[in-house]
């Protein structure tokens, strides 16, 4: 089965690496996966490295960040309409049985499947606008009435299904993503008990530097341990705007913390600063479902995360690291581990067998296949 799946970003984060496991699990399952992207990335260079067929196209976006004028969104509309038949070319082309679309923010892969008479997936994977602040160019409500005409639509955690449909929709599925395979989790046990713990208990935020992702709270909470004799340290990893980066670096040099938060800019591959680090913080106030704590969770760390969007899905407060709701209780969640290291190797490894039991790619693969084969049985 030939299936296109239309990216929308060119970084190689979130939902492409989510996408890129997708993809790895489907395969194994006879799935032939064809990809379009809006342009050369890592993520096209890792999709090529894995033989998999990849087209550079515009993936316009039916979501902004601005309020657009009534002349910007017909030229909007305008470019979509080329996008659209551009990609009808690609499903002719590739011989396509089924569109995949992995983001709410582009329309472009439902209009073409439409056009062609093939079926379409639509994924989402993430709010929009709370965690973005980008909403929809043309009228919410018809914008998601126009989703629910894919053939299915799968949601990648509930409290975003939630967020987008009425409960018991017929064509929603929630599946969960998966971060890695069965075997890859034990290899990532082993390398976690091989680390050398000889340093200052370390925290780590591995996402984009903005103010929306928390790192000036992870800061602030830092220098709040530090007063109370707690030397730990911060890795920031991740890029970010010049003048942000600034702003945090100044704020570290107000706190005395210079020595203490490492920024790293963005990395290709984040797993060496999980086995760096002692516990996984996510301070973002709307993470739909945070890929950077199922990373941590598979190399058996601890993760503390904000109790709100898809985190209380990840963490079981208590077990598997620390749900909290203010900044007082992120310091307190953070003192009690950097206290009690034995106490986050714990918790490290329970959330280690949560996400081998409920976020392996096998499983995750295994799920949007059903939907996948639903979807064509009913054509």
């Given at each position: 089965?030939?299936?296109?799946?239309?990216?929308?970003?060119?970084?190689?984060?979130?939902?492409?690496?989510?996408?890129?496991?997708?993809?790895?699990?489907?395969?194994?399952?006879?799935?032939?996966?064809?990809?379009?992207?809006?342009?050369?990335?890592?993520?096209?260079?890792?999709?090529?490295?894995?033989?998999?067929?990849?087209?550079?196209?515009?993936?316009?976006?039916?979501?902004?960040?601005?309020?657009?004028?009534?002349?910007?969104?017909?030229?909007?509309?305008?470019?979509?309409?080329?996008?659209?038949?551009?990609l009808q070319e690609v499903i002719k082309n590739?011989?396509?049985?089924?569109?995949?679309?992995?983001?709410?923010?582009?329309?472009?892969?439902?209009?073409?499947?439409?056009?062609?008479?093939?079926?379409?997936?639509?994924?989402?994977r993430e709010f929009g606008d709370l965690d973005?602040?980008?909403?929809?160019?043309?009228?919410?409500?018809?914008?998601?009435?126009?989703?629910?005409?894919?053939?299915?639509?799968?949601?990648?955690?509930?409290?975003?299904?939630?967020?987008?449909?009425?409960?018991?929709?017929?064509?929603?599925?929630?599946?969960?993503?998966?971060?890695?395979?069965?075997?890859?989790?034990?290899?990532?046990?082993?390398?976690?008990?091989?680390?050398?713990?000889?340093?200052?208990?370390?925290?780590?935020?591995?996402?984009?530097?903005?103010?929306?992702?928390?790192?000036?709270?992870?800061?602030?909470?830092?220098?709040?341990?530090?007063?109370?004799?707690?030397?730990?340290?911060?890795?920031?990893?991740?890029?970010?705007?010049?003048?942000?980066?600034?702003?945090?670096?100044?704020?570290?040099?107000?706190l005395h913390l210079g020595a203490h938060v490492?920024?790293?800019?963005?990395?290709?591959?984040?797993?060496?600063?999980?086995?760096?680090?002692?516990?996984?913080?996510?301070?973002?106030?709307?993470?739909?479902?945070?890929?950077?704590?199922?990373?941590?969770?598979?190399?058996?760390?601890?993760?503390?995360?904000?109790?709100?969007?898809?985190?209380?899905?990840?963490?079981?407060?208590?077990?598997?690291?620390?749900?909290?709701?203010?900044?007082?209780?992120?310091?307190?969640?953070?003192?009690?581990?950097?206290?009690?290291?034995?106490?986050?190797?714990?918790?490290?490894?329970?959330?280690?067998?949560?996400?081998?039991?409920?976020?392996?790619?096998?499983?995750?693969?295994?799920?949007?296949?059903?939907?996948?084969?639903?979807?064509?049985?009913?054509?």
């Open positions: 089965m030939n299936i296109l799946f239309v990216a929308h970003h060119d970084n190689f984060q979130g939902s492409s690496r989510s996408l890129m496991s997708l993809l790895e699990g489907l395969q194994e399952l006879g799935v032939v996966p064809f990809v379009v992207n809006p342009r050369e990335s890592l993520f096209t260079e890792a999709l090529r490295a894995k033989g998999i067929h990849c087209a550079i196209l515009p993936v316009p976006w039916w979501v902004s960040a601005k309020t657009l004028s009534c002349k910007k969104k017909v030229e909007h509309a305008r470019v979509i309409r080329q996008s659209v038949s551009a590739w011989k396509i049985d089924l569109v995949y679309t992995n983001s709410s923010v582009t329309p472009i892969g439902l209009l073409a499947a439409r056009k062609e008479k093939v079926p379409h997936i639509w994924h989402i973005f602040g980008l909403r929809f160019i043309y009228p919410k409500a018809l914008s998601k009435a126009f989703m629910l005409r894919s053939d299915a639509v799968i949601c990648h955690s509930k409290v975003v299904t939630n967020y987008y449909f009425k409960p018991g929709g017929k064509r929603i599925n929630q599946i969960y993503n998966g971060v890695t395979l069965k075997d890859q989790f034990v290899e990532r046990l082993v390398l976690r008990q091989q680390t050398p713990q000889d340093r200052p208990f370390t925290f780590v935020m591995m996402s984009s530097i903005t103010p929306n992702k928390g790192q000036e709270q992870a800061i602030r909470a830092l220098a709040e341990l530090h007063r109370q004799g707690v030397p730990a340290k911060l890795i920031v990893a991740g890029g970010g705007k010049a003048d942000y980066l600034t702003e945090l670096s100044a704020l570290c040099s107000d490492e920024f790293t800019g963005f990395v290709e591959d984040p797993f060496p600063y999980y086995y760096l680090a002692d516990c996984a913080l996510i301070c973002s106030e709307n993470e739909a479902f945070s890929r950077v704590g199922l990373e941590a969770m598979s190399t058996a760390l601890p993760v503390i995360g904000k109790n709100s969007g898809g985190n209380p899905e990840v963490i079981v407060d208590g077990e598997t690291g620390f749900l909290y709701n203010t900044f007082d209780e992120l310091v307190e969640a953070m003192l009690r581990l950097a206290q009690n290291p034995t106490l986050g190797q714990k918790m490290g490894l329970a959330g280690w067998q949560r996400a081998k039991d409920m976020f392996n790619i096998e499983d995750y693969a295994a799920n949007v296949y059903k939907v996948i084969q639903l979807v064509m049985d009913n054509r």
